[in-house]
């Protein structure tokens, strides 16, 4: 038996490879499934099967992909309904995999159909489960509020309770869990940094399964959501209804553009530049109006979470990188991209004089300015990370609020923008100066800084903008 966690770090997501005597199966595929075909190749293996926790909201899923390139069935727990051919199990059900099999636990909560997959070894015995997004290292599952199932937050938490304590609770505590999701991702509230753990482990750290009372746990799972990002309801769509394959969406997107092209869009479209570098080539020099989101942090959450999914794209990447950043931009469903750069930002300004920049400013710097200005600070984390505290009289905007926001905040002063280590501040300001802000200013290094002076930090009692 052998078993492979693909964890995407800048999408907290995790796929599994499980392989016994040469069959395989795959559990929650990436859009991009090249690595998985690829390994099984390598270890003369065939895939037998493409398994799904749940309909996804967060990323879109390689199930269709995978299952036309091997001709596998895809399998969705009970309760599912997909407008494509899948395979619909049953609770309980087995399907044999070389010398082991997976047993599916139909544990609905996060949604109607979710559903772990219990391996059973070749004795029969259970050695570890894919626990999808109802159990995480430390956490458990938030209600997917993304798709309309005509339940409420409270009544899924309560599904997710009895799952719990039915399903996964009373399993052996040396069954290893392996999670769907790690660290970064959004689909719980404090996701541990761990790739996997055990039963008994969770059972005496995760705070959420040492609650015994089902009205505790309700209130503490159901409370305080955040609203899903808007790619969320087209991620999920797409899971259930379908889409296109990988490789017609990069044949669509995949388009060198000149200067003079682009400049042809941006003047007959309503299209949005994304730049894709790092913020510190990004703040040195940009095409006016561009959005930053680097590639070197949690570049589909973000894209996700500030992007309207409709809205046109063209790229400005490193050169050699327009591929992979139209490849991540599909793993959430964006599929409108027009075209990119060639050349990049470096071919923009050997023809053109029209660039912009982003100002920015140490902590120790922005201490002694913030005595002497009457400005505006940002504070563009979100809830969660407001509550052990943050820059007393900044106004709290999280980032997939912050353009829906902007009406509220005063253009005529200096407006300071800061979240926890610069990486979502840049796209802050980015966003802010696209929209004809003029005097803003990026923190270095963040909340992260910030504590390290003398600025006074506020503890959260209310969260108001």
Known sequence: MYIEQFFTDCLGQSAYYIESNGEVAIIDPLRDVEGYIQLSEKRSATIKYVFETHFHADFVSGHLDLSAKTGDPVIYGPGAIANYPICVAEDGQEFELGDVCLK???TPGHTLESCCYLLLDENKNPHSVFSG???????VGCPDLAFE??????????MLFDSLESKLKPLPNYVIVYPGHGTGSTCGKSIGPEPHSTIGIQKQTNYMLKLQNKADFIKLVSENISDPPAYFFRGALFNRKGYLS????????VLPLSVVEMKKLLLK????????RSNSKFEKGFIPGSLNIGLDGFFEIMAGSVIDPNSKLIVVAEIGLETETITRLARIGNENVCGFLTGGFDEWIRTETDFDLVMCISATEFEDQFRYHAAVVIDVRNQNEWIPGFVAGAKLISLQHLEKSSETIDRDKIVYVYCSNGYRSMIAVSLLKSLGFQNVLNIYGGMESLRKTRISVKQLTTTTN
């Open 104 to 106: 599916v636990l139909h």
């Open 269 to 276: 479209e309503n299209v949005l530049v994304i730049d894709t």
């Open 133 to 139: 997004d109802i159990l995480f290292v430390g956490d």
């Open 246 to 253: 990988l490789n017609k969406v990069i044949e669509n997107s």
């Open 149 to 158: 199932n005509g339940h409420t937050a409270a009544q899924l938490a309560e």
